[in-house]
């Protein structure tokens, strides 16, 4: 079947997976009996594992689905220590469902496919190694791509069913007590593992910061978990996040960071109260500080800001430009270390930030998400995950969700290097043109034609360069000519849901 | 049958509620497979609904079970508001199903039971005009009565289904964010109500005091909230907690206190880091000022306090006596406030409080209990529920789940006026004599024959008077004689259960 961002859908996927196609990016309001774990019960006073090596053969058996978070990022040893035993013990038929795989995880996560240990992932996406891998076929099962809003959902449904969460946390007490704001490896929010502290059959926390008990504030509680583990380091600081944000020098990113500053500036959202996500990345930051300037000269607070946060967002509310910041992740040691102190700056979880399947989301209250992009099509349609030679190399994490803010803007390049960025149809559809408002590339502006009321609003912009998102496909086209069409084989490496579970894309086999 | 703490438990009650008797304080590691609420997405600007007769009527059916938190004490106005709705609609065969029941609730619940709107009842205790209903055969099934960590374990496993919980709250955004903090109906701790967002199919917040959005910090979570009305007022502020505390001049009061102090400082846990609950009350109050005394003379300081929160145990916090308190409950304006502006003061649920049936709660890790008693028999048996006249008058609260501490103390004066608090066989059996392990009273204290180790211990101190429970028995019996044996109908109307949700007593209708 053809879905309705007219994406042809295998029948056998969609039988054997027991999928629907993508339909509209309207959740309604179903109800919907969400699932909950199976809790074995214990009063005793310690739950202190001696090893990784003995809680692995505790709480595994083959066939299981296991997760970790990726809040270490690519300072995480968690995940290579704990995959490390269970593939030497032989494990076979694993589903890893983490919350993303970082890079520092893809070289285990390939020798885990070649051994059996791993037959099917979940995750918000793949690259380098692990990507290349899954492009060319080596997983039994296709990866399946979820968004952190629609990965809640999936844990909360029992669409993903957690046998064990290993979660890595810079401090825990011996009864399980954690959080992710103290200690030499704090990351800030543990928004995307609080899901699986609720949702897991068995949590095994790992630290290397053991605390006395009770150990608050304990974002992830000991009612939640089974096992403590200490190990030497649960990741290396100098790359969990990083450093100082310097904001870019790139005149194109400034450009678009300018451009991007005016759309918001002069559309109906930019008022008293208004509220926004930028992300990370050098034209996110350098949005942050036009945004603040055009804040201060209108006199303009924002209730909130919202997702993975950065330092420069923290600066704003700091300056009391922004009244909250709704916290699932931080990008920097900035971000991390004002959680700790600041009372308004509050974690939450991935379903509290996206999730539709709940009883309201944070992005449902979004005006402004600022989202990039590695392709996107003249229906609007974004690709996040494949490159231009079809192999997988991104992720979803928020985007399908943040999407749906009152103004979703896509910043980016109109090519890179050789390659278009705006072309005629992506090679992988993620997020639905639908959701997609305005795209802003260096040259200028392409605005839904859905968004007339915006069309209106921008139109009035002196010196805004507005062009149809035909106009832009073509201008790239000649500066970079037509990309040579991608040969896939007939087999499907990967489904990519939408955010309320159904099959938005699938993903085939490069051809060699 | 007979169970273990030797109460005949009907055959019938047994089978018709599929209950177990009683048999011991040890829950053991069973595998409990956790119920979830069915959830009704929404993903709209607003939860506003005009009026409680509107939420009602949107929400609730005949034979439904709906559930209230008692925070706001004797100061509460929501319990009777919604309550008035409910009748004035003619709901019929419901469960109320309350954390608990404070005075206030009592006169509109025996009507809700005329009415037959109400005809079943869970509840942590019922007093005044309702207990005398419910122990005159009033209510057509008998009140299950729980503890408030045995409440959280029947919500869990689906014992008790909660279809709509209204949550009066001091202050909540129009999506439903809310903490018990903020507002001048402010309580502090949210504990017991955090249950029930959590695990209630439908959550209705009723409010005075709407604030900007988002509101934080969230106790509970628009994601767990489906309707928010605005009301005029929440509660009365000065009824809400006890004002400024006033230790007690009673000089009986103060005689146990030193006693308790006594018994705690020589016992074997009174070393750095222990742990402790006092419970308020004149006797408790005075307890926690003999115990920071002692805490100084020997540089001892406790790793936390638990429980029901007051003013003097903030004060041993704020003096760095006490490294965290755990805070299910404020008692009074000073802890209450406390909770908003120290870190250190962690919010804790009432799963993670005292609930056997989970992964480890706070009273697994408790050294020393102080608690109460109506009646204490010779077998170290607490009565808290019924008066010497069998008519129901007390709440369990946490009584069976702090019990289970290392020491355990009940503080009782040995003869309430002409009643004996010390009686040869307790009119029911609330917590048991296993998890009980020393008795004090203004003439001398009696230990659990099975705590050889406290005997001998307590052996050793200087002027502390020790006794037989049997001694203490019948110097109570010298001072008031011999009670006239109770008399009661056949007909059950009330159901004690232990914290495991076994059966350890039934009370019956008394006789006219």
Same mark, same amino acid.
């Given at each position: 079947m053809k879905n309705n961002v007219n994406r042809e859908i295998p029948d056998q996927i969609l039988n054997d997976y027991n999928y629907e196609g993508f339909k509209t990016t309207d959740f309604g309001n179903p109800d919907i009996q969400r699932v909950a774990p199976k809790v074995t019960a214990q009063t005793g006073p310690s739950k202190i594992v001696e090893s990784v090596k003995k809680v692995v053969a505790e709480t595994l058996e083959d066939g299981m689905t296991i997760s970790f978070h990726h809040h270490f990022r690519e300072g995480d040893y968690v995940f290579n220590m704990v995959m490390r035993e269970i593939i030497d013990a032989g494990y076979k038929n694993l589903t890893l469902a983490p919350s993303s795989l970082t890079n520092v995880m893809n070289d285990i996560v390939v020798e885990a496919i070649e051994k059996k240990t791993v037959t099917n992932i979940t995750s918000s996406g793949?690259?380098? !190694? +692990?990507?290349?891998?899954?492009?060319?076929?080596? +997983?039994?099962? &296709?990866?399946?791509?979820?968004?952190?809003?629609?990965?809640?959902?999936a844990i909360e449904s029992g669409d993903i069913k957690i046998d064990v969460a290993f979660l890595g946390v810079p401090n825990a007490d011996e009864m399980g007590n954690a959080n992710g704001m103290n200690g030499d490896t704090a990351f800030g929010s543990l928004g995307y593992a609080l899901i699986d502290a609720q949702y897991a059959n068995k949590l095994v926390l790992l630290t290397d910061n053991l605390m006395p008990y009770p150990n608050t504030p304990a974002s992830i509680k000991q009612t939640q978990v089974d096992y403590v583990v200490k190990v030497d380091e649960v990741g290396n600081p100098d790359k969990i996040g990083s450093g100082a944000t310097r904001f870019t020098k790139d005149p194109k990113e400034l450009q678009i960071a300018e451009m991007v500053n005016d759309v918001i500036v002069n559309s109906p959202y930019?008022?008293?109260?208004? !509220?926004?996500?930028? /992300?990370?990345?050098?034209?996110?930051?350098?949005?942050?500080?036009?945004l603040r300037k055009a804040m201060i000269e209108n006199q303009i607070k924002a209730s909130f800001a919202l997702g993975g946060i950065t330092k420069p967002t923290v600066d704003l %509310? @700091?300056?009391? +430009?922004?009244?909250?910041?709704?916290?699932?992740?931080?990008?920097?040691?900035?971000?991390?270390?004002?959680?700790?102190?600041?009372? @308004?700056?509050?974690?939450?979880?991935?379903?509290?930030?996206?999730?539709?399947?709940?009883?309201?989301a944070m992005v449902d209250k979004l005006d402004v998400a600022i989202l990039s992009a590695l392709e996107i099509d003249t229906n609007f349609n974004v690709n996040v995950m494949s490159g231009s030679d079809g192999v997988i190399r /991104?992720?979803?994490?928020?985007?399908?969700?943040?999407?749906?803010?009152? +103004?979703?803007?896509?910043?980016? &390049? %109109?090519?890179?290097?050789?390659?278009?960025?705006?072309?005629?149809?992506?090679?992988?559809?993620?997020?639905?043109?639908? !959701?997609?408002?305005?795209?802003?590339?260096?040259?200028?502006?392409?605005? @839904?034609?859905?968004?007339?009321? %915006?069309?209106?609003?921008? !139109?009035?912009?002196? /010196?805004? &360069?507005?062009?149809?998102?035909?106009?832009?496909?073509?201008?790239?086209?000649? %500066?970079?000519?037509?990309?040579? &069409?991608?040969?896939?084989?007939d087999r499907v490496v990967a489904l990519a849901e939408y955010r309320d579970g159904t099959l938005i894309d699938v993903i085939k086999q490069v051809k060699d």
């Open positions: 793949i690259r380098g !190694s +692990l990507g290349d891998a899954v492009s060319h076929g080596a +997983l039994e099962n &296709p990866v399946i791509f979820r968004s952190h809003g629609n990965r809640a959902r930019f008022k008293q109260g208004f !509220s926004f996500q930028t /992300g990370s990345g050098g034209a996110a930051l350098a949005v942050t500080r036009f %509310l @700091n300056e009391g +430009l922004i009244e909250r910041i709704m916290d699932v992740q931080d990008f920097d040691k900035g971000a991390a270390s004002s959680m700790k102190n600041s009372p @308004n700056q509050q974690e939450i979880d991935a379903s509290w930030y996206a999730d539709p399947a709940n009883k309201g /991104g992720a979803i994490g928020g985007h399908q969700d943040a999407a749906t803010a009152n +103004l979703t803007i896509i910043s980016a &390049p %109109l090519v890179r290097g050789r390659i278009a960025t705006i072309v005629p149809e992506v090679t992988t559809v993620i997020t639905p043109g639908e !959701s997609i408002d305005v795209v802003v590339t260096e040259l200028g502006i392409a605005i @839904n034609p859905n968004r007339k009321d %915006l069309i209106d609003s921008l !139109s009035k912009v002196p /010196g805004l &360069p507005i062009f149809s998102i035909e106009e832009l496909q073509q201008k790239a086209e000649k %500066l970079v000519g037509a990309a040579k &069409p991608l040969e896939f084989t």
